[in-house]
């Protein structure tokens, strides 16, 4: 199926998998919003277009997060998980990826969970499990990431594992709508992407089971725990929140 110019198909999953194009009803993405190339580029607090900042004080705000690094942890993954449900499901659905280039991706900081991004142009690429890791792993979490450690000294392996989660994430919340909806075809596309995805270094050892069908549990915490209330994920390395320095869970 080749791509359409509103990416409709990604409609009936919702949530996190939607993904607002120009061409859409709601027209052009308002020119106020920071492109995510922007957003990662602004690595000091006085930037301008500083989104990255804005949104870990967001999330911050919202969480009550204790420190800085757990919101930053927190809004990496939410991002990452955006990204993942959006290449995944056209990938899936489609045979074929949106360029999501960061130059062509607007992000609202401000906006609640999930990230609310808005895609200017939509330029096809081939769907297979390469062009998603080049596309996702290299074009936005490798900068995210760098941004983040540079600002608010956020251990590489968390990140890492932040990413891991978020496409298991992504993948089983796909396997699931497909079975649903009676498309397997669908849910063999992305359950052979996510095991491929997961065979790539940058992912490969964040976590155990890694495909659609089968739980994945990291091998590190997004720190989440440390919000008020907020104890350990379903697919956290800790079965209960630790008593000791929250750092020795981010490596």
């Given at each position: 199926?080749?791509?359409?110019?509103?990416?409709?198909?990604?409609?009936?999953l919702?949530?996190?998998?939607?993904?607002?194009?120009?061409?859409?009803?709601?027209?052009?993405?308002?020119?106020?919003?920071?492109?995510?190339?922007?957003t990662?580029?602004?690595?000091?607090?006085?930037?301008?277009?500083?989104?990255?900042?804005?949104?870990?004080?967001?999330?911050?705000?919202?969480?009550?997060?204790?420190?800085?690094?757990?919101?930053?942890?927190?809004?990496?993954?939410?991002?990452?998980?955006r990204?993942?449900?959006?290449?995944?499901?056209?990938?899936?659905?489609?045979?074929?990826?949106?360029?999501?280039?960061?130059?062509?991706?607007?992000?609202?900081?401000?906006?609640?969970?999930?990230?609310?991004?808005?895609?200017t142009?939509?330029?096809?690429?081939?769907?297979?499990?390469?062009?998603l890791?080049?596309?996702?792993?290299?074009?936005?979490?490798?900068?995210?990431?760098?941004?983040?450690?540079?600002?608010?000294?956020?251990?590489?392996?968390l990140?890492?594992g932040?990413?891991?989660?978020?496409?298991?994430?992504?993948?089983?919340?796909?396997?699931?709508?497909?079975?649903?909806?009676?498309?397997?075809d669908?849910?063999?596309?992305?359950?052979?992407?996510?095991?491929?995805?997961?065979?790539?270094?940058?992912?490969?050892?964040t976590?155990?089971?890694t495909?659609?069908?089968?739980?994945?549990?990291?091998?590190?915490?997004?720190?989440?725990?440390?919000?008020?209330?907020?104890?350990v994920?379903?697919?956290?390395?800790?079965?209960?929140?630790?008593?000791?320095?929250?750092?020795?869970?981010?490596?």
């Amino acid at each position: 199926m080749d791509l359409d110019p509103e990416l409709a198909a990604l409609r009936p999953l919702g949530g996190f998998f939607v993904l607002r194009t120009a061409a859409a009803p709601a027209g052009p993405a308002p020119e106020g919003l920071a492109t995510l190339a922007e957003t990662y580029a602004a690595t000091a607090p006085e930037a301008p277009h500083d989104a990255l900042a804005l949104r870990v004080a967001t999330v911050a705000g919202r969480l009550r997060a204790p420190e800085p690094r757990v919101s930053a942890s927190i809004s990496q993954q939410g991002l990452a998980a955006r990204l993942w449900s959006v290449a995944l499901g056209c990938a899936a659905l489609y045979g074929r990826l949106p360029g999501l280039d960061p130059r062509l991706l607007r992000w609202d900081p401000a906006a609640a969970a999930p990230d609310d991004l808005w895609l200017t142009e939509v330029r096809p690429l081939p769907g297979d499990a390469a062009t998603l890791a080049d596309t996702v792993l290299h074009g936005h979490l490798e900068p995210l990431g760098v941004a983040l450690r540079t600002r608010y000294g956020i251990a590489a392996g968390l990140l890492r594992g932040n990413a891991g989660s978020a496409l298991a994430g992504a993948a089983r919340e796909l396997d699931r709508w497909a079975r649903a909806n009676g498309r397997t075809d669908v849910a063999q596309r992305a359950r052979a992407l996510a095991d491929g995805l997961f065979a790539h270094p940058l992912l490969r050892g964040t976590g155990t089971g890694t495909g659609t069908a089968t739980a994945f549990r990291r091998r590190s915490c997004c720190l989440y725990y440390r919000v008020p209330g907020g104890g350990v994920c379903g697919d956290c390395c800790f079965t209960r929140p630790p008593r000791s320095s929250p750092r020795a869970a981010s490596g």
